[in-house]
């Protein structure tokens, strides 16, 4: 997607407004918010000093949390402001509100290479309507735009949208990385390139498996979504998660898939329990089903078994480029871990490949692993990923300019 970036344009001196991803987790500790993991602060790092370096004077935006259009301190960005402070080893001063004098008189005080945080875009209710009003009150601080906040790219927000149609546009450097990893390179991907889709339902993955199948060779389904196709083969699933309405759209990704010579992949075998306890994290006593066996009344699927495994893991080992989104089962729960975190092992054993983790949990499941540094892209964005393979324009890419 050929977008310019902060490379192709002059930014010294330039008052530039930096959408960036500071949506951090913060736990109340003594009174304070604290933050508790500071990775979407150091995915931004590289932009960040590189207008710096560019002596560009930086006015950062972001949401955190969902406050609803109220000021919320507990959902304050102050907190933000100094850890930042800390990483880059400059001062970064902070303005109380997004828009209005404090936010001006501190964007013009601004000198080369100085950095501005804004507080909470989300304390306006206009920010998620993107209110022309609050995007004409946002872009009054700045003379260009500059969006590194991958995550928030699918949303037409004021300060994701509405701002950029207002000056001259750029991506960040993460926002570019993003956009090579989960567009460019799969407009003409080295094959055979292969998709990992799992998570609970097939009506949130199903776009994706459409517009897939028009560009994959090989399609592993996992995860609780896999029940859905079965039942639409007239299987027996127990318990399992299903949504019986979706199971004519299943049928047909499958007839599409037959149709285009894609292998599309089903689990051989499960892992089923008859107790699951979510809140708790616990399962009751399971066992493996046997290959191509029906789930038994009473039990649910909650992870691939050891065959499906063997299968999935020879598909990855031979493919070129791979993208996965979704856990098998229901890693969250130790018992029914072991699928994703097999699907994870044999992913980043195919060094020969380029492998891209999809956003969310497949993330969370690859760092749990322990093999994040052996894959070759992990995306910031779970919802703008997924939005991307299934082949949508994001809004907030979409307004930025052409190269
Ligand atoms: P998603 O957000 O669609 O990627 O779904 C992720 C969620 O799917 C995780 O919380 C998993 O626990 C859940 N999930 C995966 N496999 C199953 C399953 N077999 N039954 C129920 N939930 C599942």
Same mark, same amino acid.
């Not at 955190?64 to 970064?92: C, F, N, T, W, Y």
């Not at 006593?285 to 046997?290: E, H, I, Q, S, V």
């Given at each position: 997607?050929?977008?310019?970036?902060?490379?192709?344009?002059?930014?010294?001196?330039?008052?530039?407004?930096?959408?960036?991803?500071?949506?951090?987790?913060?736990?109340?500790?003594?009174?304070?918010?604290?933050?508790?993991?500071?990775?979407?602060?150091?995915?931004?790092?590289?932009?960040?000093?590189?207008?710096?370096?560019?002596?560009?004077?930086?006015?950062?935006?972001?949401?955190?949390?969902?406050?609803?259009?109220?000021?919320?301190?507990?959902?304050?960005?102050?907190?933000?402001?100094?850890?930042?402070?800390?990483?880059?080893?400059?001062?970064?001063? @902070?303005?109380?509100?997004?828009?209005?004098?404090?936010?001006?008189?501190?964007?013009?005080?601004?000198?080369?290479?100085?950095?501005?945080?804004?507080?909470?875009?989300?304390?306006?209710?206009?920010?998620?309507?993107?209110?022309?009003?609050?995007?004409?009150?946002?872009?009054?601080?700045?003379?260009?735009?500059?969006?590194?906040?991958?995550?928030?790219?699918?949303?037409?927000?004021?300060?994701?949208?509405?701002?950029?149609?207002?000056?001259?546009?750029?991506?960040?450097?993460?926002?570019?990385?993003?956009?090579?990893?989960?567009?460019?390179?799969?407009?003409?991907?080295?094959?055979?390139?292969?998709?990992?889709?799992?998570?609970?339902?097939?009506?949130?993955?199903?776009?994706?498996?459409?517009?897939?199948?028009?560009?994959?060779?090989?399609?592993?389904?996992?995860?609780?979504?896999?029940?859905?196709?079965?039942?639409?083969?007239?299987?027996?699933?127990?318990?399992?998660?299903?949504?019986?309405?979706?199971?004519?759209?299943?049928?047909?990704?499958?007839?599409?898939?037959?149709?285009?010579?894609?292998?599309?992949?089903?689990?051989?075998?499960?892992?089923?329990?008859?107790?699951?306890?979510?809140?708790?994290?616990?399962?009751?006593?399971?066992?493996?089903?046997?290959?191509?066996?029906?789930?038994?009344?009473?039990?649910?699927?909650?992870?691939?078994?050891?065959?499906?495994?063997?299968?999935?893991?020879?598909?990855?080992?031979?493919?070129?480029?791979?993208?996965?989104?979704?856990?098998?089962?229901?890693?969250?729960?130790?018992?029914?871990?072991?699928?994703? @975190?097999?699907?994870?092992?044999?992913?980043?054993?195919?060094?020969?490949?380029?492998?891209?983790?999809?956003?969310?949990?497949?993330?969370?499941?690859?760092?749990?692993?322990?093999?994040?540094?052996?894959?070759?892209?992990?995306?910031?964005?779970?919802?703008?990923?997924?939005?991307?393979?299934?082949?949508?324009?994001?809004?907030?890419?979409?307004?930025?300019?052409?190269?």
């Amino acid at each position: 997607m050929a977008k310019k970036t902060i490379r192709d344009i002059n930014l010294t001196g330039k008052r530039c407004f930096v959408r960036v991803d500071f949506n951090v987790p913060l736990d109340e500790k003594d009174g304070h918010m604290v933050i508790t993991d500071d990775t979407r602060i150091k995915e931004t790092l590289p932009t960040i000093r590189a207008l710096i370096e560019a002596g560009a004077r930086l006015i950062l935006a972001s949401h955190l949390g969902r406050p609803k259009g109220q000021r919320d301190p507990k959902q304050s960005l102050r907190p933000v402001a100094m850890r930042l402070a800390e990483m880059i080893g400059r001062p970064v001063d @902070f303005a109380d509100d997004c828009i209005g004098a404090e936010a001006k008189a501190k964007a013009l005080a601004l000198q080369n290479g100085g950095v501005l945080l804004l507080e909470n875009v989300r304390y306006h209710a206009g920010e998620e309507k993107n209110d022309p009003a609050l995007a004409r009150a946002m872009a009054d601080l700045a003379e260009v735009y500059v969006n590194d906040a991958f995550g928030s790219a699918h949303r037409a927000h004021s300060s994701t949208a509405g701002v950029a149609a207002l000056m001259p546009a750029v991506s960040g450097l993460l926002m570019e990385k993003e956009l090579t990893y989960l567009h460019d390179e799969l407009q003409n991907p080295a094959r055979p390139f292969l998709v990992i889709l799992g998570g609970a339902k097939v009506s949130d993955k199903i776009q994706a498996i459409d517009a897939l199948l028009d560009k994959a060779d090989v399609i592993l389904i996992g995860g609780g979504m896999a029940y859905t196709f079965r039942l639409a083969l007239g299987h027996a699933i127990g318990n399992s998660l299903c949504e019986p309405d979706k199971a004519d759209t299943a049928r047909a990704a499958l007839d599409k898939a037959r149709a285009k010579g894609v292998k599309l992949l089903l689990p051989a075998d499960n892992y089923i329990v008859q107790e699951m306890d979510f809140a708790a994290k616990t399962v009751g006593p399971g066992k493996y089903t046997n290959p191509g066996e029906d789930i038994p009344d009473g039990w649910e699927g909650v992870d691939i078994g050891p065959e499906t495994i063997r299968q999935y893991a020879a598909e990855i080992a031979a493919a070129k480029t791979i993208v996965w989104n979704g856990p098998m089962g229901v890693f969250e729960i130790k018992d029914c871990a072991k699928g994703t @975190f097999a699907i994870a092992a044999a992913v980043a054993a195919n060094s020969a490949a380029t492998t891209i983790i999809g956003g969310g949990d497949s993330v969370k499941a690859v760092k749990k692993a322990g093999v994040a540094d052996k894959v070759t892209f992990i995306s910031t964005g779970g919802g703008a990923s997924l939005e991307l393979l299934e082949g949508t324009v994001l809004p907030g890419v979409a307004a930025l300019n052409d190269k």
